[in-house]
């Protein structure tokens, strides 16, 4: 079975700080790993995945996250925050493709001016 | 916007009622999943289909049901609905083929069902 860990229901930073969002998953096999941003009342929108190439995955908005086989780690990071980065964060795991994601609790990123 | 379309957006009803959310997949992807989103549940995926047939079952109730039409839209069904089911049930597509190892879960919108 897979689990999604994710590490800080909720996280605050000031903006132009670096912004680091834990997750670790389990997996019996390789996994897939994904992350989704779900800004208030809207869908969740895709921010990058890794599925066995790369170990460094980088994204949209400036977010990156690298994939650390040995620590069962996959966290997301951006170099400076900014106002509009305020969203909920989702780590997700998967083994396959066309396969059911499982989900992180989620960690709420706020932005401090 | 992500191509995945969800009808309706807001449902509101009571306890011991039936309603259906319907989906419509981004163009060409042939793989329909629901996900329910819940304060205490989380996200937790709820029954995956592939060009009109199931493929895949979590933790969907028996009140639940869903299908996937021949146009691949696809339609969640809540019956006998009790005020727990309140909450917001995603839609996601893929392409779903076999073997590609890139498949993207796009999802929609999103409906918020309300149970009074």
């Known amino acids: 079975a897979q689990s999604v860990t994710q590490l800080g229901s909720h996280v605050s930073v000031s903006e132009g700080a670096l912004v680091l969002l834990r997750c670790n998953y389990s997996s019996s096999v390789p996994p897939y790993l994904f992350w989704y941003v779900q800004y208030p009342n809207q869908g969740l929108q895709l921010l990058l995945k890794?599925?066995?190439?790369?170990?460094l995955v980088k994204g949209i908005n400036g977010f990156e996250a690298e994939f650390k086989k040995s620590e069962t780690s996959f966290h997301l990071t951006k170099p400076s925050a900014h106002m509009s980065d305020a969203a909920e964060y989702f780590c997700?795991?998967?083994?396959?493709?066309?396969?059911?994601?499982?989900f992180g609790k989620g960690t709420r990123l706020s932005v401090i001016a | 916007d992500s191509g995945v379309t969800q009808t309706p957006k807001h449902l509101i009803t009571a306890t011991g009622q039936r309603v259906t959310l319907r989906c419509s997949p981004r163009?060409?992807?042939?793989?329909v999943y629901w996900y329910q989103q819940s304060l205490d549940q989380g996200l937790q995926f709820l029954i995956q289909y592939y060009n009109g047939e199931e493929r895949a079952k979590g933790n969907i109730l028996e009140r639940f049901s869903a299908q996937q039409f021949p146009d691949l839209h696809s339609e969640l069904n809540l019956s006998s609905l009790e005020l727990g089911d309140s909450a917001l049930y995603f839609c996601a597509s893929s392409v779903g083929l076999a073997g590609v190892r890139t498949d993207t879960q796009y999802f929609g919108p999103g409906t918020r069902l309300t149970v009074l």
């Open positions: 163009s060409g992807d042939l793989s």
């Open positions: 997700a795991v998967t083994f396959s493709g066309n396969t059911p994601l499982v």
């Open positions: 890794y599925t066995s190439a790369a170990t």
